[in-house]
C-alpha cells in the first residue's frame, strides 16, 4: 500500500511540474543515459584495444576538439544559443545563417589542413584518413546541435531525447563492431565512430539548409552578430580545452603513451560526474536566460543554491567510491592512477561553478571578459604541467588541473560581478556564502579522500552518512522551475 501511495504521490508531483521543470528533467536524464553508455563501453574498449592504441585514441580525440574549435568556432553551442533568443521571430532564418556560416569556416579550416597535411602528420601524428574523417564530422555535427538547442529553447524533450539515445547507441555499436572486424587500432575506432556520426548528422543538416531563403540584408546582420559573440569565444573554448585536455597530449610526449592512456582512464571516470553538471546547464539555460529576461533574479539564486549542493554532494560521494569502480572497470595496469581522481573531481565542482557566471557574462554578451580568464588560466596549466610532469610525473597533473580550474572560477567570478554592477538585483543572483563554504570544503574533501583511499570502512561510513544526511535535508524539498 505505502509503495503503490509513493508511486501515485511521484506521478502527480511529475504531472503537476511546469514544461520547463519537465524538459530540465528529460534532457538531464537522458544526458545522464547517454554518458552511463558511453562509459560503460570505456572497459571494453580498453580490454580490446592495446595500451599504446587506446593512449593514441584518447591524442586523437583531444586534437579533434582543438581542430573542431578552429574548424566550427563552436558558434551552435555559444552565439547560436545566445542569438535563438535574440532573433526568435526569424529562428528559421537565422539557424539556417549559422550553418552556413560554420560551413564556410569548415571549408576554410580543412582546405588549410590539405596544404599542412604533411606537416601535421608527421608533428602530431594524424594520418590523413583520420583528418578526413574528423572534417567531415565538423561539417555535419553542428546541425545536429542546433537541432538540440531548438529543441531546448522550446522544451520539446521528447523528439531530442529519443534522437540522442539512438545516435549514442548506433554510435558505440557500429565502433565495437569495427574494432572487432577490422582490427583493434586506434584509426579503426575513431575513423568509423566520426562516419557514423556523420551518417545520422546529414539528415540534420540537410534540415537547415534553405541558405537561398535568407535574405542578403539578414545573413549579413546574423553573420555580423554571430561573429562578434563568438569570436573572442574561440580563445577561450581553445584554452579551456588545454585545461582538460593538454595534460594528456602532454603526458603522451614526456612520459609515453601508455601513461597518457592510464591518466585518461582516470581522467574519463573522475569526469563522470561532469556530465550531471553539463547535462543539468545544458538543460536549464534556456530557462536562466528566460528568467533573467523576466527580472526573476531570486529564481535563478534558489535554484543555483540547490544546484551547487547537489553537485558538490554527488562528487563527494563519487570520489569515495572511485577506487572500488577503478578495480572494477580497468585492468590492473590502469590502478596507479586512482590517486589522480580526488582532485580531478573536484576539478569537475570549480567547473560548474565557472559555467554558473560566464552564463551571466554571455547573456550580457561581455565574451572578452571570458576571452582573458581562459587565456591566463590555460597558459599557466600548460606551464605547470609542463614543471610538474619533468619533477614528480604524469599523476601531478591532477593537482595542476584542479588549481587551474580553481583560479579559472574566481577568474569569472570576479568578471561576473563586473558584469552586474551597477544593475539593479543582479548583486545576489549567486549566493555568495553557499558558494564560499562549499567551495572551501570540496579542496579539503579531495585531500582528505586521498588520504583515506587504503581505509574502505571508513570511506564506506562517510558514503552512508552523507547520503543519510542528504536525503534529510533535501528529500522532502519540492524542485520546480
Not at 554578451?365 to 610525473?393: D, P, R, W
Request: charged content about 15%; overall charge positive.
Amino acid at each position: 500500500m505505502e509503495d503503490g501511495f509513493l508511486t501515485e504521490k511521484l506521478i502527480h508531483k511529475y504531472r503537476s511540474m511546469s514544461q520547463a521543470a519537465k524538459s530540465a528533467f528529460w534532457f538531464t536524464v537522458c544526458n545522464v543515459m547517454l554518458k552511463g553508455i558511453q562509459f560503460v563501453t570505456v572497459p571494453v574498449f580498453t580490454r580490446l584495444m592495446p595500451d599504446e592504441e587506446y593512449g593514441r585514441l584518447s591524442i586523437f580525440l583531444t586534437y579533434e576538439q582543438m581542430l573542431y574549435i578552429l574548424a566550427t568556432w563552436e558558434i551552435q553551442i555559444g552565439a547560436y544559443q545566445k542569438g535563438i533568443f535574440k532573433y526568435k521571430a526569424e529562428a528559421e532564418d537565422f539557424t539556417a545563417a549559422a550553418q552556413f556560416l560554420m560551413n564556410i569556416l569548415t571549408t576554410i579550416c580543412f582546405a588549410f589542413a590539405s596544404v599542412f597535411h604533411s606537416w601535421i602528420t608527421e608533428k602530431i601524428g594524424i594520418p590523413v584518413s583520420v583528418m578526413a574523417a574528423m572534417f567531415l564530422f565538423f561539417m555535419l555535427q553542428p546541425s545536429y546541435q542546433c537541432w538540440l538547442i531548438e529543441k531546448r529553447t522550446s522544451y520539446a524533450y521528447k523528439e531530442a531525447v529519443f534522437a540522442t539515445l539512438f545516435y549514442s547507441l548506433v554510435n558505440i555499436i557500429v565502433s565495437l563492431a569495427s574494432l572487432l572486424l577490422f582490427g583493434r587500432t586506434a584509426v579503426i575506432k575513431y575513423i568509423s565512430s566520426a562516419v557514423m556520426s556523420s551518417v545520422i548528422c546529414f539528415f540534420f543538416f540537410i534540415r537547415h539548409m534553405n541558405y537561398l531563403s535568407v535574405k542578403k540584408d539578414n545573413m549579413i546582420k546574423y553573420w555580423a552578430f554571430l561573429l562578434r559573440f563568438e569570436g573572442p569565444l574561440v580563445l577561450h573554448s581553445l584554452s579551456y580545452l588545454i585545461l582538460g585536455q593538454a595534460d594528456r597530449v602532454m603526458i603522451g610526449k614526456m612520459a609515453g603513451n601508455a601513461q597518457a592512456a592510464y591518466y585518461g582512464a582516470a581522467y574519463s571516470l573522475a569526469n563522470v560526474i561532469s556530465l550531471f553538471q553539463n547535462s543539468i546547464n545544458q538543460s536549464l539555460l534556456p530557462w536562466r536566460y528566460q528568467m533573467m529576461e523576466q527580472k526573476k533574479y531570486q529564481a535563478v539564486r534558489k535554484v543555483t543554491s540547490i544546484l551547487i549542493f547537489a553537485i558538490s554532494t554527488a562528487i563527494v560521494l563519487f570520489i569515495l567510491a572511485a577506487p572500488e569502480i577503478m578495480r572494477i572497470l580497468f585492468p590492473k595496469s590502469y590502478q596507479e592512477a586512482a590517486a589522480c581522481i580526488p582532485p580531478i573531481s573536484v576539478s569537475v565542482y570549480f567547473m560548474f561553478l565557472y559555467t554558473l557566471f560566464v552564463n551571466i557574462e554571455t547573456y550580457y554578451e561581455k565574451t572578452n571578459y571570458v576571452m582573458y580568464v581562459s587565456l591566463f588560466c590555460g597558459a599557466v596549466n600548460i606551464i605547470l604541467n609542463y614543471f610538474g610532469i619533468l619533477t614528480f610525473g604524469y599523476r601531478v597533473c591532477a593537482y595542476t588541473t584542479l588549481f587551474s580550474y580553481v583560479l579559472f572560477a574566481l577568474g569569472h567570478f570576479f568578471f561576473m560581478k563586473r558584469t552586474i554592477k551597477g544593475k539593479a538585483g543582479l548583486d545576489e543572483i549567486i549566493d555568495k556564502r553557499i558558494t564560499v563554504l562549499i567551495s572551501c570544503a570540496m579542496i579539503a574533501a579531495s585531500v582528505l579522500a586521498t588520504v583515506l583511499y587504503k581505509h574502505f570502512m571508513i570511506r564506506f561510513g562517510l558514503f552512508l552518512i552523507l547520503i543519510i544526511s542528504s536525503i534529510k535535508r533535501y528529500g522532502k524539498k519540492d524542485f520546480d522551475l
